[in-house]
């Protein structure tokens, strides 16, 4: 979503920190790109106003411009500045405290994603927080939005309230908060209805609604890809409505992302969780300095840890450690390792939370490579027999040929690739001189994960993956 933004201000940042010394002026000339930046990122006027001027007034300070590296210094202020705006320092969850059931209240326009995310939210609750949830949709305008939620709930394994034809929406909330207090549920979500713009009837409902459940959270759920007009979707809520938090959602999409760093601001209220994708266990609480080091290119590295732990399995991880700490590396582990960054979101979402990783994350881009190629290896290594992937040296030209027919690509693809699991196994030894898995650290701190994942990148590369080119089913 960020990445035109994160580009802009990445380009000002390079130039500051190529600097020896910075004046007033440069500082002020740096800070007119960032607010035109922010502008053209769909950011609100009166919040870009406050940001400058806050980074500015800190920035031309006598600390900053005579210290050793003053362009790292103002990074430092806007990045603290940036993570203010998006909500400050603390991450602020689901009040979940209250005498149970917590009723939480999901509003916002039709088509913002309130129902999906309903059903996240509930998977999120029973997963990680160990809640017994009870959904009821209180949507009788929308065709079918009750029979959606219900759907939604069987494939989370979370309760629906039945479906009464005809009940009207207080009579619902009433309904769902006794069967909530029957079931011994510890959190009730209720679903209300949308409308395609704000008006009286869409606000006169919610509130009522709100009387009869006396909700613990009022979630506004606001899809990011709106642009400008989420902001003004936020104002008009909060006007009417005793808003909690919000949920953005469409953050992995193509979004400018000023209605991210607007929100804040104008409701008042802190963005509680993201939706990053279709699926639904795609949704995470939302951090403000995480999301500020990756506008920055900083990366985010809690999040790709976090990601890498709910993926992959901890007895998967440790038998595959072993047999790197013995310099095992076979295609069977290289299919496991591709499966696991498919499942991880992709190439570009890895190369985008790795610090440092952002001109490598354009080098993808610019190549025309996308996660097709992770299919298109995994589809090569489901061709070959269990013998070959245990043995990749039986691959004769008889065998590639096979291979490549059954993959449906070609036999120099097929060539790629394991030329590509030689390189990989070549690091897997590396290791195992460096001392086994204590070498593992060294190789990767020292820029061997270029040697280890060609395509990331090794020392010297110069942010361009020097084994991009030699990925099978890349487009030519």
Request: zero cysteines; charged letters at 25%.
């Amino acid at each position: 979503m960020f990445d035109n933004l994160s580009d802009r201000l990445g380009n000002v940042f390079d130039r500051l920190r190529g600097r020896g010394a910075l004046s007033e002026q440069d500082v002020r000339d740096a800070m007119r790109e960032v607010r035109v930046a922010l502008l053209e990122a769909d950011v609100a006027l009166p919040v870009v106003r406050r940001f400058i001027d806050a980074v500015t007034e800190k920035a031309i300070g006598a600390e900053v411009l005579k210290s050793v590296t003053p362009g790292q210094q103002v990074v430092k202020i806007v990045n603290d500045e940036l993570v203010e705006m998006l909500g400050g320092e603390e991450v602020e969850g689901l009040t979940l405290e209250a005498k149970p059931p917590v009723v939480i209240m999901m509003v916002g326009l039709q088509g913002s994603g309130k129902t999906t995310t309903t059903a996240k939210l509930a998977k999120l609750l029973k997963e990680r927080h160990g809640k017994k949830a009870l959904m009821a949709s209180l949507d009788v305008n929308r065709p079918a939005a009750q029979e959606q939620l219900a759907v939604l709930g069987e494939q989370v394994s979370v309760a629906t309230l039945p479906i009464v034809a005809g009940q009207q929406p207080v009579d619902i909330a009433r309904r769902a908060m006794e069967s909530a207090k029957l079931q011994s549920a510890d959190v009730l979500l209720l679903d209300t209805a949308g409308r395609l713009h704000v008006d009286e009837a869409l606000m006169a409902e919610m509130k009522a609604v709100a009387g009869v459940s006396a909700p613990t959270e009022v979630l506004l759920v606001v899809d990011s890809l709106t642009g400008q007009d989420a902001v003004n979707v936020a104002r008009s809520f909060t006007e009417e409505v005793p808003l909690t938090g919000v949920v953005l959602t469409r953050m992995d999409g193509d979004a400018r992302g000023g209605a991210a760093l607007s929100m804040r601001h104008v409701t008042g209220q802190p963005i509680k969780f993201a939706g990053t994708g279709e699926k639904l266990d795609a949704i995470e609480a939302f951090d403000p300095k995480r999301v500020a080091g990756r506008i920055l290119g900083m990366g985010d590295v809690v999040s790709l840890v976090e990601k890498a732990a709910a993926t992959i399995k901890e007895e998967d991880a440790e038998a595959l450690a072993k047999r790197m700490a013995k310099g095992q590396f076979d295609l069977n582990d290289l299919r496991m390792q591709l499966r696991q960054m498919q499942s991880m979101g992709g190439l570009g979402m890895l190369a985008g939370m790795l610090p440092g990783m952002k001109k490598a994350k354009a080098a993808l881009s610019q190549s025309g490579m996308d996660d097709k190629v992770l299919v298109h290896m995994d589809a090569i290594i489901g061709s070959m027999t269990a013998k070959e992937r245990a043995n990749p040296a039986l691959m004769n030209a008889k065998r590639k040929k096979r291979v490549a027919a059954g993959s449906g690509l070609q036999v120099q693809d097929v060539n790629k690739l394991l030329k590509m699991h030689q390189e990989m196994g070549r690091a897997m030894k590396q290791i195992k001189k460096m001392g086994g898995l204590k070498g593992l650290g060294a190789l990767l701190g020292g820029g061997g994960m270029g040697a280890a994942m060609p395509g990331l990148g090794g020392p010297g590369a110069g942010g361009m993956p020097p084994g991009l080119p030699g990925l099978p089913g890349q487009k030519k």
